[in-house]
């Protein structure tokens, strides 16, 4: 694992090549997704079913297969389910957005109305897969909108269905499940085919086919975003466990062999702490060969001057999850601007967030933190302008617009404004 210091004359070019990923569309995909694309397009249910049973090894008929999304728990797997279901509801009915207008003193009205989108399509991935946790934090907030119909897309490999996936489905009130997955299902919500609806809207997670075909229908639909892999920067004062810190670094790790993994620390020897926690603790890791991977490929150990400097390097890297492990985690708030979630104290691991916390897990990436934010309700909600002008309010408004309307050459515009001048 790469070992950093702040101090290091070339300290800033190294983090910049730490940090770079390739987020460029490699052509040959984004070639065989044009095509998947352009195919159910135009030929619906017969493009969807034929591309699904070529990519996931199905016999499906020359229909797409709707499934219940009742589902058979065990009831602690259910509780757990219903709990954290419950959490990222209270939660999100915090960000619901309300109408609004006032009134100028001539009688002008000038408002908003906040309405939510008629229907939306999550993606969910599938087969020995299983993501709850995916299904909760795109349906719930979609849900708590007031979105008028939820389409999922699944995939089942081979015919394997999960049934924890379809029992969070069901618990997060999705409407409709239909067990298609890759470019061909989001082609199919984007487009609508003869069994599955057009959406507004594709949010949720999947594989760079996913990725490329959500980039292609941006337009005719809204996205949530294009995520990059995943990431954790944890700022830590040298008094945390370092097996915890060592576990916090696995636990995105683990995701794939291209995500990141860094610790901010002022403490050489922590440093070195949490590096022999990780040595000792990783062979006993499952996913032990893709953790070693991604500590290898993009993980980091950066030694920094003091909390303040750690803040600065956070801000440059704008990590998708930031935990501070300090004793005052409140104290750097103000010196922190950008990061999809922040976790605040020793006890508070990632891993909650990804499940049972309540905030959404959906957040961005590659440093899209500096301009992009949660998944949330306001996804979900679109707002349209009120305007209503009073006879006197257009005496007033009708000259200002008259005289920057024949500024820009723009006659029509302004003869609209003046017919409705008194004088």
């Known amino acids: ?71 058979a728990m065990p009831a602690d797997v259910r509780d757990a389910l219903s709990a954290a279901a419950e959490r990222v509801r209270r939660y999100h009915e915090k960000q619901l957005a309300h109408s609004w207008s006032y009134e100028d003193e001539d009688g002008t009205l000038l408002g908003q109305q906040v309405t939510p989108l008629d229907r939306v399509g999550i993606y969910v991935p599938g087969g020995k897969a299983a993501y709850p946790s995916s299904v909760l934090m795109n349906a719930m907030p979609a849900k708590v909108a007031g979105v008028g119909e939820i389409i999922m897309v699944v995939p089942t490999p081979g015919g394997e269905r999960n049934d924890l996936v379809l029992a969070a489905a069901y618990i997060a009130g999705v409407d409709k499940v239909f067990t298609v997955g890759g470019a061909q299902a989001v082609a199919a919500l984007a487009y609508g085919t003869e069994t599955v609806p057009q959406v507004d809207k594709i949010t949720g997670p999947g594989n760079a086919y996913v990725a490329a075909a959500k980039r292609r229908v941006f337009g005719v639909v809204g996205i949530d975003m294009v995520a990059g892999p ?16 060592a576990m916090d670094l696995f636990s995105q790790a683990e995701h794939d062999e291209i995500a ?113 934010s949660p998944l949330g309700v306001y996804d979900f909600q679109k707002r349209s302008s009120l305007i209503r002008v009073s006879q006197a309010g257009a005496q007033k408004l009708g000259r200002i617009a008259s005289l920057l309307a024949r500024g820009e050459g723009l006659s029509a515009h302004a003869r609209a404004a003046e017919l409705r001048l008194e004088d």
């Open 1 to 71: 694992m790469l070992k950093l210091s702040s101090s290091q004359p070339d300290f800033a070019e190294r983090l910049h090549a730490l940090l770079a990923f390739e987020t460029a569309q490699d052509p040959a995909v984004d070639a065989a997704v044009a095509s998947i694309c352009a195919d159910v397009h135009h030929r619906g249910d017969a493009a969807l079913v034929e591309h699904t049973n070529r990519f996931d090894r199905m016999q499906a008929a020359s229909n797409c297969s709707r499934l219940s999304v009742k589902s």
């Open 230 to 245: 995943s990431e954790i920067l944890v700022i830590c004062d040298g008094d945390t466990d370092p097996d915890w810190v």
């Open 260 to 372: 990141q993994a860094i610790l901010l620390c002022p403490s050489a020897d922590y440093i070195a702490q949490v590096e022999a926690s990780i040595a000792r603790l990783l062979p006993s890791m499952p996913r032990r060969a893709i953790i070693e991977a991604s500590l290898g490929n993009r993980g980091a150990l950066i030694q920094v001057r003091d909390l303040a400097e750690a803040c600065e390097i956070s801000n440059y890297i704008a990590p998708e999850h930031l935990e501070l492990s300090v004793a005052d985690p409140a104290a750097l708030l103000p010196r922190l601007r950008h990061a999809g979630a922040i976790f605040m104290g020793r006890f508070t691991s990632e891993s909650l967030g990804d499940y049972c916390a309540g905030p959404n897990h959906v957040l961005p990436t590659s440093r899209t933190a500096r301009f992009a």
